[in-house]
């Protein structure tokens, strides 16, 4: 009999890694680079719903996601946008023609309080959108046994759709979690999980919870 093949696979948490994607200083904070020579107005036109959405859910789904995998012994990890060099002279073409640099140790690279790493938790620096491109994520996973990535971060559309194509290319099941990511309009965040619904699994924070409890 044939071995039946299917995205909609519950985590197992033996083989599982939660990854959040540039949840920093720099993209999610108001004082952070991308943000900071912005008035005010313009910044609440562009920027207000964002920000009003990881302020009053996506960050606290993060945070209740990160307690349950650190209580499931499910590894935790987290990629920040950040140049190996100050000037940021490694960066991809994109990112330098996107115009921004978090240089190295800075902080707009770390990551932000309410998520920050424990001591003893991976954090990748990536120059580049898809953090399987500018680092070594995918040899780690494969040196943990991880074959399911838990995915959460910003900006939903750009980075966090780049992770989830490439990391099903590479063969892992990809649960992404919808309410705990974000991007700039609540059309350009639906129009995304639309578009990468054949990628991977899609679940809430709720009924991720619920799982991971149930495991």
């Not at 005010?40 to 209740?64: C, D, H, I």
């Not at 990809?174 to 059309?187: K, L, P």
Request: aromatic share 8%.
């Amino acid at each position: 009999m044939s071995e039946i093949l299917s995205r909609d696979v519950p985590v197992i948490p033996k083989q599982t890694a939660l990854l959040f994607i540039d949840v920093q200083n720099f993209a999610a904070k108001r004082d952070g680079a991308e943000f900071r020579h912005l008035d005010e107005t313009t910044f609440q036109a562009k920027y207000g719903w964002f920000f009003g959405e990881l302020e009053s859910s996506v960050v606290p789904n993060m945070q209740r996601l990160q307690k349950a995998c650190r209580d499931r012994r499910i590894e935790v990890m987290y990629t920040t946008i950040e140049s190996l060099t100050r000037d940021g002279r490694d960066r991809s073409l994109d990112y330098k023609i996107t115009g921004f640099n978090v240089p190295r140790g800075s902080w707009d690279g770390r990551v932000i309080n309410e998520l920050a790493p424990g001591d003893d938790e991976i954090w990748l620096p990536k120059s580049s959108s898809s953090v399987f491109v500018s680092t070594h994520i995918d040899y780690i996973l494969r040196n943990l046994g991880v074959k399911q990535l838990i995915v959460s971060g910003i900006i939903t559309d750009q980075c966090v759709e780049s992770a989830i194509r490439d990391a099903c290319d590479l063969g892992y099941l990809v649960t992404q979690v919808t309410d705990a990511c974000a991007t700039y309009s609540r059309e350009r965040h639906e129009n995304s999980l639309r578009a990468i619904k054949g990628y991977c699994r899609q679940v809430t924070t709720v009924q991720l919870l619920e799982e991971l409890a149930a495991a």
